[in-house]
């Protein structure tokens, strides 16, 4: 089983929910906004059987709750280990990955455009080169000591793992997957100049580099893909529907041009309902 290291609460989705349920007409429209032909692109690989995006090449999905993944670091491979929360026997977690050692190099890598898993927090080890750990950090430690400069590393995940958010000056942070990305912003220490609560600031802005699926710092989380989310209406998404696949960082830019675009688009149906 996965070591949930960085627990995140579970009542915060309900808070979101809650929030944008509460929004008056204008603030939706100003939300769901959202150039058409984009936002075809954007589903494209989200319909029918190409609705995930594919995981990595050095990654497997076994059964449909966990993801396993097998690196090779040099060392120091600058990650901190720890037994799970029932004691020694019962998993060893990722309780940190350091900014230095080859864990964060390959991180850059895989935001450079490599086709990798990368190590995070709340991952499980479950191998050193081939050799299960069986649960125990101490066993983890000595087989990784007692290994030449190279070590062969199997990891696992959940299949809704904790997503990996990258802000625009490069700070990241490992999140729960209902954590609302203003609040990781200020935890990280990335300041966006958003104060508004309701998101109608173009500070509060940002989109996805990937596929320019557009975030309010407020408003959204980084579990769930918000356009899919709006569009599944009252009743909410299907389950999985909107899901985030935690094996792709989600890399934020900074949108103004989006903010503008929603008022246009607002203003312009306000004029078409007082003609």
């Known amino acids: 089983m996965a070591v949930l290291l960085y627990a995140g609460n579970t009542q915060v989705l309900n808070f979101v ?7 008056t007409s204008r603030d939706r429209t100003c939300m769901q906004a959202k150039d058409k032909n984009a936002l075809a692109e954007f589903l494209k690989p989200r319909i029918g059987k190409g609705k995930e995006r594919e995981l990595p090449s050095n990654a497997e999905m076994i059964g449909t709750l966990k993801i396993v993944y097998e690196v090779a670091l040099t060392k ?5 280990l720890t037994d799970g929360p029932r004691g020694p026997g019962f998993g060893v977690g990722v309780e940190e990955v350091l900014n230095s050692g080859s864990a964060a190099e390959l991180f850059k890598e895989v935001l450079k455009g490599e086709d990798s898993m990368w190590i995070q927090e709340g991952d499980e080890l ?3 080169n081939g050799e299960p750990v069986d649960g125990f950090q101490d066993k983890a430690v000595e087989m990784i000591q007692k290994s030449g400069d ?14 990996k958010v990258v802000f625009p000056d490069g700070k990241h942070i490992t999140s729960p997957r209902a954590a609302v990305l203003q609040r990781l ?8 100049g958003c104060t508004c609560k309701d998101g109608r600031d173009e500070k509060c802005w940002y989109k996805d580099v990937a596929t320019g699926e557009v975030y309010v710092l407020p ?15 009252e009743d909410g998404a299907r389950p999985g529907e909107a899901d985030y696949e935690c094996w792709i960082p989600l890399r934020l830019e900074y949108a103004p041009e989006e903010f ?3 008022i246009e688009e607002e203003a312009a149906q306000q004029a078409a309902r007082g003609a």
């Not at 190279?150 to 997503?163: N, T």
């Not at 408003?219 to 209406?233: A, E, F």
């Open 185 to 192: 912003a200020e935890k990280v220490g990335y300041n966006s």
């Open 260 to 262: 503008r675009k929603a």
């Open 219 to 233: 408003l959204n989380v980084p579990g769930l893909v918000p356009s899919v989310w709006r569009k599944s209406g």
């Open 76 to 80: 120091p491979l600058g990650i901190v």
């Open 150 to 163: 190279e070590v062969k590393l199997q990891l696992s995940r959940p299949r809704k793992g904790f997503i």
């Open 17 to 23: 929910g809650l929030q944008v349920s509460g929004l």
């Open 126 to 128: 479950e191998a050193v």
